[in-house]
């Protein structure tokens, strides 16, 4: 067992969590914070993707003891108050979800994918979204709408 | 998962005799891998050892025309890196094309040759360019390292901590993706470098990534596409399964060692 403390959507929290306890379980069952979907048991769907210290990874291929002190946001930290992310506002104005079980991680991976293209200095271009959207699987919308939320949101950010 | 022990390694010292004191320890970096094997069951180490705060194991620094690179560094990192970009764009390529997006924040150069998957990318790019794989007790041509399938020449308790690669004069990395895992089902790496011209190919051996011998010579000769033409490539010793037979993969590496040519 490893006492785990860390910073989730700005707040500080900890745990008493076995070793091998992936950072998704954490989340999901000891915060309760069952925004983070697993969708897959192969690391391939990116359905359970958070920020970690700023960069998008995998909730369910992440150890949480390998987390101490780290600072993660969730999709329930995204939004400020009642106003939501331009992405989540981007996601409902362009229907980018029907079922929704993928959209926490779609927007978590293109909140981090808008940020860094924006960093660099780099154009976002329909062809590079869906490059980047790669890691993350829709079983629904084929891809579409999720290209055009990402692309309204980019505009906005 | 079955349980295992979590270690944050402070130093090699201590990775070291972490890994010996455990009864079947493992190396944890990035995980991407390992990680998703154990949820699998496909490996239950008692212990992981993580690699990755210890000092020195992460970052690229150059060095006239070599680059070092931090075992730990993600390829995320590699592909951003300016000096990488700068001595050898076809590695920045490479580690800007692995997986997708949160594997290359989480995911290492050192864990990938480690583990040496028959379709990972790395292990094509290190063959071609001549890398030195540097651990914590001698130094490995690439060459020697990459052994078989998810085998390498690293003895127990050996830890990578560099890798070490002089800029070619050229190179490029071209792979064509299976489609639905997006892995190499072939990629070739082409270097012209200090060491000559070498062809690396990942995804189609049986026994893990090689050097085409045919296709060395024939762009030793001459650096041009049309000069793969007349390099027979055999299908034997080729792995052949549900996504192509070693016959197409044959022909792939032909394809794929043209578009690296033109891509240099």
């Known amino acids: 067992m490893t006492n785990i403390k860390m910073t989730v959507n700005g707040k500080s929290v900890s745990g008493e969590v ?16 069952t925004g983070t979907h697993v969708g897959c048991d192969t690391s391939q769907c990116g359905a359970c993707v958070v920020h970690v210290n700023g960069k998008a990874l995998k909730a369910c291929t992440t150890l949480a003891a390998s987390l101490e002190g780290a600072e993660v946001t969730t999709i329930e930290g995204l939004a ?3 106003e939501l992310h331009p992405m989540q506002q981007a996601f409902n104005d362009n229907h980018g979800l029907q079922c929704g079980f993928c959209t926490p991680g779609m927007i978590m991976t293109s909140v981090d994918m808008v940020n860094r293209y924006k960093a660099e200095g780099k154009e976002l271009t329909e062809e590079a979204i869906r490059d980047e959207l790669e890691g993350n699987i829709c079983r629904c919308t084929g891809y579409h709408n999720i290209v055009k939320s990402v692309e309204d949101a980019a505009a906005k950010m | 998962m079955y349980p295992t022990k979590y ?5 090699i010292d201590d990775a070291v005799a972490a890994l010996n004191a455990g009864e079947d320890a493992k190396l944890l970096a990035g995980g991407q891998t390992l990680i998703a094997a154990m949820k699998q069951h496909l490996a239950a180490p008692s212990d992981l050892i993580d690699v990755r705060a210890i000092d020195g194991m992460s970052g690229v620094s150059a060095d006239g025309d070599t680059l070092v690179i931090g075992a730990a560094t993600t390829h995320a990192e590699v592909a951003g890196n300016a000096d990488v970009q700068r001595l050898c764009p076809a590695l920045a390529a490479l580690a800007g094309g692995i997986g997708d997006p949160a594997v290359r924040y989480a995911g290492t150069i050192g864990g990938s040759i480690a583990n040496n998957d028959p379709s990972a990318d790395y292990p094509a790019g290190l063959l071609a360019l001549g890398a030195t794989i540097v651990t914590n007790t001698r130094e490995i041509a690439a060459d020697d390292f990459f052994e ?10 050996e830890i990578i901590t560099s890798v070490r690669v002089n800029a070619p004069k050229r190179a490029a990395y071209i792979k064509f993706r299976q489609p639905a895992s ?10 012209d470098g200090a060491g000559g011209v070498r062809v690396a190919v990942t995804g189609a051996g049986e026994d ?15 650096w041009a596409s049309s ?10 010793g080729l792995l052949s399964d549900i996504h192509g037979s070693a016959a197409y993969r044959a022909n792939l590496i032909k394809v794929l060692t043209k578009r690296a040519v033109e891509a240099s």
């Open chain 1, 80 to 82: 400020n108050g009642g």
């Open chain 1, 18 to 33: 076995p070793d091998e306890t992936l950072l998704s379980e954490f989340l999901r069952e000891n915060l309760r914070l």
């Open chain 2, 148 to 157: 078989g399938l998810f085998t390498t020449a690293l003895e127990d308790g």
């Open chain 2, 182 to 191: 997006l892995f190499a089902l072939v990629g070739v790496f082409v270097a």
């Open chain 2, 227 to 236: 000069a793969a033409d007349s390099v027979s490539v055999d299908s034997d």
């Open chain 2, 7 to 11: 270690h944050k390694a402070a130093s």
């Open chain 2, 208 to 222: 893990g990534v090689f050097r085409h011998a045919g296709l060395e010579e024939a762009l030793s000769a001459d």
